[in-house]
């Protein structure tokens, strides 16, 4: 492959960081995660993405939002929304170290700066190692919808959710599942889809349903390049990229361009498919799984729910605990800052030509084995940050789990389809 063929979709080095003009019809609205107490976690999960930004970012030791700070963004994420309800993400590292006396100020900062009218809702990542009745008693009575990381039952969970002194979770996940439930606290289960767990999808799914209790499940494939700690996505050196099919396209090779934990694209359709049926014969409108609700959706030709799956990204920025804004959660790194918080508004990183320009690469960066893919309109090429391969003609830009998800596709389409006509017969009924 030619060196001047390499594409870049991303980089975002020369565009200005300038405000874009506003489309009359779009909706001018964007989502904040927002890492007040930057990447500082209590375990240390080996396939953390996060964890090792204190480096990349040389953060401090006990990173924390200052007062300034939080008002700043609190104030600027309130004004630049144009909608009803507004939703705070908060995430980290592990957002509860920092204590619930700091929740408690961001619930009085919100209460704050809400318009009369609009409805303040908060989301919160956590492992759930610090959830006391006390935090718990807190997120019920302010309506927080929290996502719990679980990988499965015990020894999958185990494999990666350690301590920071390698010791097993699950029990202390559980325990903080349980207590969430007592307190009638709804929550999410986040599960990250590794080389090990994604082996065994029944056990996940069944211990999840049956055993955790979940009605809401959000499955996201682990995928991180070797040297995902020091360079950004769309970074990578272009001559050790290999093409669709080869050894180094997979985890577990020596010469590999992921890491031992990233799962096995092959193994991720697999999962997708033994879970799709399962989910399909016993759990169907009792159980939500984001890649499968938002499947049928798109098969019945509505927008994507996700933006993995969507054809253009941007609408979700990343703010970490200093004020710095970058493009996404999964494009925290220098190259992709767009600056910081008390220099500018939030809209005018959100609306930038920069950051405009991040989002519609997202479609027209995608290679032609994807353009002429028929799963085209369901996958949009996945996640930018995970488009880590060559085609098997050794364009770049092709997602590094293609062919699980061309697999999951292939054969779940049929069922996609009945699913969505039934659906439109009943909202057709509604009407
Ligand atoms: S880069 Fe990936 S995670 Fe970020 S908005 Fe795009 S699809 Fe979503
Ligand atoms: S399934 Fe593969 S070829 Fe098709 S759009 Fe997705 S990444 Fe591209």
């Known amino acids: 492959m030619p060196h001047n063929s390499v594409k870049h979709s991303t980089r975002l080095d020369v565009i200005p960081l300038k405000t ?17 107490g930057g990447s500082k976690c209590n375990l240390d999960c080996q396939y953390c993405f996060y964890l090792h930004k204190d480096e990349l970012l040389h953060q401090p030791k006990q990173p924390m939002m200052d007062d300034t700070t939080l008002e700043a963004f609190i104030k600027s994420y309130i004004e630049s929304q144009d909608g009803h309800e507004i939703v705070f993400s ?10 619930l006396d700091y929740f408690k100020k961001i619930v009085q900062l919100q209460n704050k700066y809400r318009p009369s009218g609009v409805k ?38 185990d494999k990666y959710r350690v301590t920071r002194s390698g010791k097993p979770t699950f029990n202390l996940v559980m325990a903080a599942a349980k207590r969430l439930q007592e307190h009638h606290v709804p929550f999410n289960s986040l599960v990250v889809v590794n080389r090990h767990n994604a082996k065994h999808p029944l056990d996940v799914y069944r211990f999840l349903t049956k055993e955790l209790g979940a009605t809401y499940i959000q499955f996201t494939p682990c995928v991180e390049a070797k040297d995902f700690t020091t360079t950004a996505p769309q970074f990578w050196n272009e001559t050790m990229i290999p093409n669709k099919g080869s050894e180094l396209a997979k985890p577990g090779h020596p010469m590999s361009i992921v890491t031992d934990w990233s799962v096995d694209p092959d193994d991720w359709g697999n999962f997708l498919n033994t879970v799709f ?27 994507s729910q996700l933006c993995v799956t969507a054809e253009f990204c941007g609408k979700g920025l990343a703010m970490e605990h200093n004020g710095d804004v970058f493009s996404c959660d999964h494009y925290v790194y220098p190259e992709y800052k767009l600056g910081n918080i008390h220099d500018r508004g939030l809209n005018e990183f959100a609306f930038s030509i920069r950051q405009h320009g991040f989002g519609m690469a997202k479609r027209d960066s995608l290679p032609s084995y994807c353009k002429s893919c028929p799963h085209l309109k369901l996958c949009w090429g996945e996640c930018p940050k995970n488009r880590l391969i060559n085609t098997p003609n050794g364009e770049p830009g092709l997602n590094y789990l293609c062919s699980g998800i061309r697999a999951f596709f292939d054969e779940s389409l049929p069922m996609l389809t009945g699913l969505s006509v039934l659906l439109q017969r009943q909202e057709n009924t509604q009407k």
């Open 277 to 303: 049926v399962e989910w399909v014969n016993n759990d169907l409108g009792r159980v939500l799984v984001n890649l499968f609700e938002t499947a049928v959706a798109q098969v019945m030709g509505k927008e």
């Open 120 to 157: 303040i809702e908060n989301d919160l990542q956590t492992n759930g190692i610090l959830l006391n009745d006390e935090w718990c008693q807190f997120l019920k009575d302010n309506g927080f919808l929290v996502g719990l990381s679980i990988d499965g039952p015990k020894e999958l969970h």
């Open 90 to 99: 908060w995430q980290g590292g592990e957002p509860t170290l920092l204590g």
């Open 20 to 36: 874009a003009e506003k489309h009359p019809n779009s909706q001018r609205r964007f989502h904040v995660m927002s890492k007040p």
